[in-house]
């Protein structure tokens, strides 16, 4: 297993040269670097930690004084996180995930691994969190037609009843208004068209869940 954290840039569209449109996905992934690894014999499992955002990038960081810069350390990361990078030598960073490997100590703590994990043609599975519409009704929530709209109606997009009354509760699963979006969700098997090494960029075809700039892990098998 390989994979690599990033942000979701936007949708675009690539032109084969027999003239057919495809529809693909921009996606920013890496640099990611090796924060920790996860063994059998220590942990159950074989997996490696990776950190993708440094909490104050190098830019930044040459701006700041030391004082100004422990500040915003301190205030953006605190003690246990801090510490846990200290002890890999790794400047702290935003967002931390886990991977499954088959042998997590091949790859030594600060290792910095980016897009050249992947090339054009291989199948990469996308997690992401899909956008968030709040407290939405019946309609928009589970598609509902609605009930009469003519004159005399006075009932346009309420869900009607409840369902069967004998049973004095209402039966799990019921399609009701509700909370919608913001739910974790894989897309399998999408293919990678472009590889860009300098600014490591994945191309995919297809579409990716999640807003511009949401947060996405692209794994697959090696």
């Known amino acids: 297993m390989k994979g690599l954290i990033g942000r979701k840039v936007g949708m675009t569209q690539l032109f084969r040269p027999a003239g057919e449109r495809v529809a693909v996905t921009v996606l920013q992934v890496g640099p990611c670097v090796v924060t920790q690894q996860k063994t059998a014999a220590n942990d159950g499992y074989e997996a490696l930690q990776l950190a993708f955002e440094p909490v104050i990038d190098d830019e930044t960081a040459r701006g700041l004084s030391p004082e100004r810069r422990?500040?915003?350390?301190?205030?953006?990361?605190?003690?246990?996180q801090r510490r846990h990078f200290e002890k890999a030598g790794i400047a702290p960073h935003r967002v931390v995930r886990e991977i499954r490997v088959d042998d997590a100590a091949a790859t030594a703590v600060g290792t910095v691994l980016t897009a050249d994990l992947f090339a054009p043609g291989?199948?990469?599975?996308?997690i992401g969190t899909t956008r968030g519409f709040g407290f939405q009704g019946a309609m928009k929530r589970?598609?509902?037609?609605?009930?009469?709209?003519?004159?005399?109606?006075?009932?346009?997009?309420?869900?009607?009843?409840?369902?069967?009354?004998?049973?004095?509760r209402v039966f799990k699963g019921k399609r009701s208004p509700g909370h919608m979006g913001h739910v974790r969700?894989?897309?399998?098997?999408?293919?990678?068209?472009?590889?860009d090494l300098e600014a490591n960029l994945l191309v995919v075809r297809g579409a990716v869940p999640g807003p511009k700039g949401g947060l996405i892990m692209v794994v697959a098998e090696e």
Not at 122 to 126: E, F, L, S
Not at 185 to 195: A, C, D, G, I, Y
């Open 185 to 195: 969700m894989t897309e399998q098997n999408l293919v990678v068209e472009v590889v």
């Open 142 to 168: 589970h598609n509902f037609k609605g009930q009469g709209a003519s004159h005399g109606a006075k009932i346009h997009r309420k869900p009607a009843s409840a369902g069967a009354t004998d049973a004095a």
């Open 70 to 80: 422990e500040k915003r350390l301190a205030k953006r990361c605190n003690k246990p």
């Open 122 to 126: 291989d199948k990469v599975d996308i």
